[in-house]
C-alpha cells in the first residue's frame, strides 16, 4: 500500500523538481520559513477566487489565503483593475501619487486611532517603524512585548517571540537587541503592570486577538485594562494589526474589541494582496516624522527617519485603496467569518466522528488547527480552549503528525499556511467551505489510517 509520502512524492514530481532546483540557488528552496514543507513545497501556477493550482495543474481550496492578505480573494476584479491601471502609468515615479492620498483618506476613515498614516513595505518595517516612533515620542527606550506574540522578523521582533525564551528567536540577533525589549507573560495583567512601573517604557506592542493570529485568545477585559495601564504609566499601546487589520471589522481589532490603541501596525489586507504596509496612529505621535523645513536641529535631532524606496508606491497604493473601498461597510468581514463558521463547524465534526483529540478554532474569518493524541476529545471549542494549555495551543500540531497531515491535506487538495493556519475570504461559498471539509476528512482518515494519530479509521472512497 502507497503511504502518504509515497503518493506526494509522485503526485507533485513536478513541484520536486523545481524544488530540486531551488534549493541549489536559495537556502532551503524557498523564501519564507513558514513556506518550508517536508519533503519539499508545491510550485504553484495560478490562483483564482478561493482556489489556486500548482505547475501540474492539481487543484487546491486555498486557505493559506494570501497568508492572510487576500481577504478578498485571489484576483478581485476591483483589485486587478486598479492593479492594471497604476501599472498603465508608472510603477515608480519617485514622487508621492494621488493613490496614496486615497489610500491614507480610507484609512483614517475606517481605523478609530489613525488621525496620520505613513506607508513602509511590510509588516515587520511597519513594527519597527512603531517602535521607534514610541521610543522618539516618549524618550524612553524600552519597548515590552508580549511573550510568543509575533511581529515580523526584525532583531526586537525575535526577543521572546519561540521557546526557549533566553535566547533569540534567531541566530545573528545582537546581545544588544535583548535588553531594549521587555517581555511579559501571556495573558499576565500583574506581570505587565510591574513591567511599566519603572515608567521607562516607550510602548507596549501586541496582537490584540492573540500570539501567532490568534493561537491563543485573548482572554476578556486584557486589552481594556492594558489600555488603562498603559495610559496610567504614560506608556503608548500599539496593536499589530498586520493580520487583524480590515479583517476582523473594517477598523481591525481595535473596532472589534472596543479598545483604542494609540499606534496601529498594518500590511496584508490594507494593501489588497500586494506588498506593502501602514502605521497608523494619533497625529501627536505620528506628527514626529514630519518634517520641519526652518528647524534643521529639530530634524536632525529630534524627527523620526523613515525612507524606503518602494514607500507608498502607487501599484500597492492603487490595489490598496481598491481594497478598502470594499471593506469599508463590513459586508466582507461578515460574509468571511461565517464561511470560517462552516469551516470550523464542518471541520469540528469530522473530528469528533474520527474520535481523535483536536479543534478547529479562531475568531471571525481566522481558522486555528489543533490536533493530537494528547488533546482532548470535545465538541465544546469554548470547553476546549478553557482546558488546553497555551502552552500546547501555540504547539498547534507537533511533529511528526504535522508532516503526515500537511502532506495529507495536499494530496486531498486543500492548503493550510503552515498546515495549520487558515483564513477564508469574500470569494468563498458555502459550497467550498462544504467541499473543504470533505477534503479535510479524507486528509484526517488517512493520517489516522497509516496510524499518524489515534482515532477510529474509517475506508474513504478517493475522489
Ligand atoms: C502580527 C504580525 N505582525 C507582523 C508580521 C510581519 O509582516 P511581514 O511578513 O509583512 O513582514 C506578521 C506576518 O505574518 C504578523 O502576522
Known amino acids: 500500500m502507497a503511504t502518504i509520502f509515497d503518493d506526494y512524492g509522485v503526485r507533485f514530481a513536478g513541484s520536486r523538481a523545481l524544488w530540486e532546483r531551488a534549493r541549489t540557488l536559495i537556502p532551503g528552496g524557498v523564501n519564507h520559513d513558514v513556506r518550508h514543507?517536508?519533503?519539499?513545497?508545491?510550485?504553484?501556477?495560478?490562483?483564482?477566487?478561493?482556489?489556486?493550482?500548482?505547475?501540474?495543474?492539481h487543484e487546491f481550496i486555498d486557505l493559506c489565503t494570501g497568508h492572510g492578505s487576500l481577504i478578498l480573494g485571489?484576483?478581485?476584479?476591483?483589485?486587478?483593475?486598479?492593479?492594471?491601471?497604476?501599472?498603465?502609468?508608472?510603477?515608480?515615479?519617485?514622487?508621492?501619487?494621488?493613490?496614496?492620498?486615497?489610500?491614507?483618506?480610507?484609512?483614517?476613515?475606517?481605523?478609530?486611532?489613525?488621525?496620520?498614516v505613513r506607508f513602509p513595505m511590510s509588516g515587520t518595517e511597519a513594527t519597527l517603524l512603531a517602535m521607534r516612533l514610541a521610543r522618539a515620542h516618549t524618550g524612553r527606550?524600552?519597548?515590552?512585548?508580549?511573550?510568543?506574540?509575533?511581529?515580523?522578523?526584525?532583531?526586537?521582533?525575535?526577543?521572546?517571540?519561540?521557546?526557549?525564551?533566553?535566547?533569540?528567536?534567531?541566530?545573528?540577533?545582537?546581545?544588544?537587541?535583548?535588553?531594549?525589549?521587555?517581555?511579559?507573560?501571556?495573558?499576565?495583567?500583574?506581570?505587565?503592570?510591574?513591567?511599566?512601573?519603572?515608567?521607562?517604557?516607550?510602548?507596549?506592542i501586541l496582537e490584540a486577538d492573540g500570539p501567532a493570529a490568534g493561537c491563543v485568545p485573548t482572554?476578556?477585559?486584557?486589552?481594556?485594562?492594558?489600555?488603562?495601564?498603559?495610559?496610567?504609566?504614560?506608556?503608548?499601546?500599539?496593536?499589530?494589526?498586520?493580520?487583524?487589520?480590515?479583517?476582523?471589522?473594517?477598523g481591525g481589532a481595535q473596532e472589534y474589541f472596543g479598545v483604542t490603541p494609540d499606534l496601529a501596525t498594518y500590511a496584508?489586507?490594507?494593501?489588497?494582496?500586494?506588498?506593502?504596509?501602514?502605521?497608523?496612529?494619533?497625529?501627536?505621535?505620528?506628527?514626529?516624522?514630519t518634517m520641519h523645513p526652518d528647524d534643521p536641529e529639530y530634524n536632525r535631532k529630534k524627527r523620526v527617519r523613515h525612507q524606503g524606496t518602494?514607500?507608498?508606491?502607487?501599484?500597492?497604493?492603487?490595489?490598496?485603496?481598491?481594497?478598502?473601498?470594499?471593506?469599508?461597510?463590513?459586508?466582507?468581514?461578515?460574509?468571511?467569518?461565517?464561511?470560517?463558521?462552516?469551516?470550523?463547524?464542518?471541520?469540528?465534526?469530522?473530528?469528533?466522528?474520527?474520535?481523535?483529540?483536536g479543534c478547529l478554532y479562531g475568531i471571525r474569518s481566522a481558522a486555528r488547527l489543533i490536533l493530537g493524541d494528547d488533546l482532548p476529545q470535545t465538541a465544546d471549542r469554548e470547553e476546549f480552549l478553557r482546558t488546553v494549555p497555551p502552552r500546547?495551543?501555540?504547539?498547534?500540531?507537533?511533529?511528526?503528525?504535522?508532516?503526515?497531515?500537511?502532506?495529507?491535506?495536499?494530496l486531498e487538495g486543500i492548503d493550510f499556511l503552515g498546515g495549520t493556519h487558515g483564513w477564508t475570504s469574500?470569494?468563498?461559498?458555502?459550497?467550498?467551505?462544504d467541499e473543504a471539509v470533505r477534503r479535510w476528512a479524507r486528509a484526517l482518515h488517512r493520517v489516522v489510517a497509516e496510524g499518524h494519530l489515534a482515532g477510529k479509521t474509517k475506508v474513504v472512497a478517493a475522489g
Open 37 to 57: 514543507i517536508d519533503p519539499f513545497p508545491l510550485y504553484m501556477d495560478h490562483a483564482q477566487g478561493c482556489r489556486k493550482w500548482d505547475v501540474e495543474g
Open 310 to 357: 518602494f514607500s507608498a508606491n502607487p501599484v500597492t497604493a492603487a490595489a490598496g485603496a481598491a481594497a478598502l473601498e470594499l471593506l469599508q461597510d463590513r459586508t466582507v468581514q461578515d460574509h468571511a467569518a461565517a464561511m470560517a463558521e462552516r469551516l470550523r463547524t464542518g471541520i469540528n465534526t469530522a473530528i469528533r466522528e474520527a474520535g481523535v483529540g
Open 219 to 250: 482572554p476578556p477585559g486584557y486589552l481594556q485594562s492594558l489600555r488603562e495601564l498603559t495610559s496610567r504609566t504614560g506608556t503608548i499601546l500599539i496593536f499589530d494589526e498586520v493580520i487583524t487589520g480590515f479583517r476582523l471589522a473594517p
Open 392 to 410: 500546547r495551543l501555540l504547539e498547534s500540531i507537533k511533529q511528526p503528525l504535522l508532516k503526515a497531515l500537511q502532506c495529507a491535506q495536499l
Open 141 to 204: 527606550d524600552i519597548v515590552v512585548k508580549i511573550r510568543n506574540h509575533f511581529h515580523g522578523w526584525h532583531d526586537y521582533a525575535m526577543i521572546e517571540y519561540l521557546a526557549p525564551h533566553e535566547i533569540p528567536s534567531s541566530a545573528g540577533v545582537p546581545k544588544t537587541a535583548a535588553p531594549a525589549v521587555r517581555a511579559v507573560p501571556l495573558n499576565d495583567l500583574a506581570a505587565m503592570e510591574a513591567a511599566l512601573a519603572p515608567q521607562d517604557v516607550a510602548a507596549v
Open 426 to 433: 469574500a470569494a468563498m461559498t458555502e459550497a467550498d467551505m
Open 268 to 289: 496584508k489586507a490594507v494593501c489588497g494582496g500586494v506588498p506593502g504596509a501602514a502605521v497608523a496612529g494619533r497625529a501627536e505621535i505620528m506628527g514626529d516624522l
Open 74 to 116: 485571489h484576483g478581485h476584479p476591483a483589485v486587478l483593475k486598479a492593479l492594471h491601471e497604476a501599472t498603465d502609468k508608472h510603477t515608480h515615479p519617485s514622487a508621492p501619487t494621488p493613490a496614496e492620498v486615497r489610500w491614507a483618506e480610507l484609512i483614517v476613515a475606517m481605523v478609530p486611532c489613525a488621525e496620520l
